[in-house]
């Protein structure tokens, strides 16, 4: 369509052409539609006459112009009407011109300025009326009256000055641009706009052109009468007499400082993370391949330093996007502190950052980097008045040791800082050929992981809570174990973390919450008491706005009544819980879900978050439980947390109880319920199962007797 407006003149095209347009803005929004009817309503002026040319030239490129929505300006119609008015524009600017150089215009000039109009007519207006072209014999008249209309309507500037550069007259664009009005300028020399950017050299080319060739053009910075300075691409042609001298010169300028600051900006958002404003991947691409280059004509090392945050996928979803986004740039500053200004820091995506350096003394040079950043990132932030402690893990790959080409160099410094995360996080690796081995080891458990869970891999096993007022069974907590089809039995702590890392913790924790309600509802089918089933909630899974929704969907699938099932959350986890946390957690309270707080006393604790919180219980962490009765400070916090469940009318469910006397200190303090290897290590739903069928009493459980 774009190429039928710009080449056919046809009734039909142009009807056309106009109908795109309001289609689509009749489908963008009431806004634009309002914007199209503005437009007709401001070209009252339909050109029925040439003389009205370039009044209607002016009012539809002031339009244009201020039209921002990205929509619209992209639409192919829109462009179309663009690049006819773009003609028409350079065939008034050429009348203009030779008009100013010339004081006549020949009569071809004139025919194609009218082609043009015509057709800019027929686009705008639907309709294809051409305007009569004069004789040769009569239009000398009509041209003149155009051109000085031209002159005073064009949106670009236009200046004439003799040849001593005098301003001899400037046209309205060119005191909107300026700030100078024409008796302000009259008579004063050209150079009351320079702005001392350009160097004598620019000025002696620039005149050196228009003694050769009679024009010059190009960017030029000048200054406005407030001083402000501004770009402009100027055109500049002499103007000779019959003799052949130059007699004065006519200067069509336009303002393009906008249009390079915008230019500007998006050249820097291609190249430069916008939250942090560090290189991105593409100018580390380009830089490092200049890196590599250089050090293989200068026989030096370099150094790919691969930076992953350890676990700030959980940070960020307990602090929220915004202060993690805020934590980023603090570490991306820190980073920056860390290195040469002849180093690269980017940013690759997230919470991975790649440092080059281009020129190293040795290997070892790379490991002290490391190190430094390692103490730089490990200062406490403060987000929110909470503290927060951020580690890396780091990745080193020297070239040519590592690798001999930049694609190489990210790879080996990707693997090398998988190794250092599975070695224990917070410390760097150079790369070796085993060091791959063990990353790809790595890679194949995350991949084993992701089809797991897909092929039901996974076991949830149950280890039963025990009311200690009557040693009755009356709850159970779901653990996720994984059976691996080559390494045996894998423990949690073994691929929580990995799917915590990765964020498979999400899918998996919906995999163990539908099979523990699923278990739930039918222990209740086969004549079972209800019990609580309590599921284990990630920091990733709480951070999820739809959760209520799927927990709700997992319920009504399984038919589990909601009041048996219990979400538990780590003490951490509530207490850096944002106002949206609060109200995803009031959404589930509302299904009738309770909630629990795992590890009780272990994290920031802050009483006030008990009452903000819709809690129903409390367990006392077995850290404390283990100390008791003989340690002085387990037992005193195990009483006060017990004795603060009782007051905020809290379950207290004690964690980790291994013998009779940490069972006697419990029941003697009033503890409501526990768990441990006491009575029973985790098992699977068919031996929980038999436990219920038996309906065993705490007396009979073995480390009871």
């Not at 309507?153 to 309205?172: A, K, P, W």
């Not at 995506?349 to 002290?368: H, K, V």
Request: aromatic share 8%.
């Amino acid at each position: 369509m774009t190429s039928a407006l710009l080449q056919e003149l046809e009734s039909k095209q142009a009807r056309e052409c106009v109908q795109q347009l309001q289609h689509a803005l009749a489908h963008h929004n009431q806004w634009l539609n309002r914007l199209y009817e503005t437009l007709i309503c401001r070209l009252h002026h339909q050109a029925d006459d040439v003389a009205d040319a370039p009044h209607l030239l002016c009012q539809f490129g002031q339009w244009y112009h201020k039209v921002e929505d990205p929509v619209l300006r992209n639409h192919p119609t829109f462009i179309a009407l663009g690049r006819i008015h773009q003609h028409l524009h350079h065939a008034a600017r050429s009348l203009l011109l030779e008009s100013a150089k010339n004081r006549t215009v020949s009569y071809g000039l004139y025919t194609s300025f009218l082609h043009e109009l015509n057709r800019f007519r027929q686009a705008i207006f639907g309709h294809y009326l051409p305007l009569p072209l004069m004789r040769h014999d009569h239009w000398s008249e009509e041209v003149t009256s155009l051109a000085n209309k031209l002159f005073e309507y064009t949106t670009e500037g236009v200046m004439i000055s003799d040849t001593s550069g005098s301003i001899l007259n400037v046209n309205s664009a060119f005191s909107h641009i300026t700030g100078y009005s024409l008796k302000e300028v009259v008579g004063r020399k050209t150079n009351i706009l320079k702005s001392d950017r350009q160097n004598a050299d620019f000025y002696r080319l620039m005149w050196q052109s228009l003694r050769d060739t009679g024009h010059w053009e190009g960017e030029i910075w000048n200054r406005r009468k407030n001083g402000e300075i501004y770009l402009e691409w100027l055109s500049i042609s002499g103007v000779r007499n019959d003799d052949g001298n130059v007699t004065h010169y006519v200067a069509i300028f336009s303002d393009i400082t906008t249009a390079r600051e915008n230019e500007l900006h998006l050249q820097h958002l291609a190249y430069y993370d916008p939250l942090t404003n560090l290189p991105n991947r593409m100018l580390l691409q380009d830089r490092l391949n200049q890196a590599v280059v250089m050090a293989e004509r200068e026989r030096r090392k370099l150094a790919i330093l691969f930076i992953d945050l350890d676990r700030f996928g959980s940070v960020n979803e307990m602090v929220g996007h915004k202060a993690g986004d805020a934590l980023l740039v603090e570490i991306a500053q820190r980073l920056r502190d860390c290195v040469r200004s002849s180093d690269t820091v980017a940013r690759m995506c997230g919470d991975e950052f790649i440092i080059l350096l281009p020129d190293i003394p040795d290997t070892q040079a790379a490991g002290l980097v490391a190190e430094k950043i390692i103490d730089a990132l490990a200062l406490p932030y403060s987000t929110e008045k909470q503290p927060y402690k951020i580690s890396p893990s780091i990745g080193i790959a020297i070239y040519p040791n590592s690798a001999s080409s930049a694609d190489g160099l990210l790879k080996t410094a990707d693997v090398a800082m998988y190794h250092a995360k599975s070695t224990g996080r917070n410390t760097y690796q150079y790369y070796r050929a085993s060091v791959g081995e063990g990353a790809t080891d790595l890679f194949a458990m995350e991949s084993s992981l992701r089809a797991a869970i897909e092929k039901n891999e996974l076991e949830v096993m149950y280890q039963p809570q025990i009311s200690l007022a009557t040693g009755k069974i009356t709850g159970t907590e779901a653990l996720v174990r994984w059976h691996h089809p080559e390494r045996g039995l894998v423990m949690p702590a073994d691929f929580i973390p990995l799917a915590e890392e990765t964020g498979l913790i999400v899918p998996l924790g919906e995999w163990v919450m539908r099979r523990a309600c699923a278990q739930n509802a039918e222990w209740q089918k086969d004549g079972f008491a209800p019990m609580r089933v309590a599921v284990n909630l990630s920091a990733r899974q709480l951070r999820i706005r739809t959760l209520a929704e799927k927990v709700a969907q997992i319920l009504d699938e399984t038919g589990l009544d909601p009041v048996w099932l219990e979400l538990e959350l780590t003490e951490t986890m509530v207490m850096r819980g944002t106002n949206d946390v609060i109200g995803i957690m009031q959404q589930l309270k509302s299904l009738g879900v309770c909630f629990s707080i795992d590890d009780f006393g272990t994290g920031y604790s802050s009483l006030s978050y008990l009452k903000r919180f819709p809690i129903n219980a409390i367990k006392i962490d077995r850290s404390f439980v283990q100390g008791v009765p003989h340690d002085f400070d387990d037992a005193t916090i195990s009483k006060a947390i017990i004795g603060l469940g009782h007051s905020l009318s809290l379950k207290v469910i004690a964690e980790g109880v291994e013998n009779a006397e940490q069972l006697a200190f419990l029941r003697e303090h009033q503890c409501c319920e526990a768990q441990g290897y006491y009575f029973s290590r985790p098992v699977s739903a068919d031996a929980l199962t038999a436990l219920l069928r038996s309906n065993i009493a705490m007396a009979d459980f073995p480390g009871a007797r």
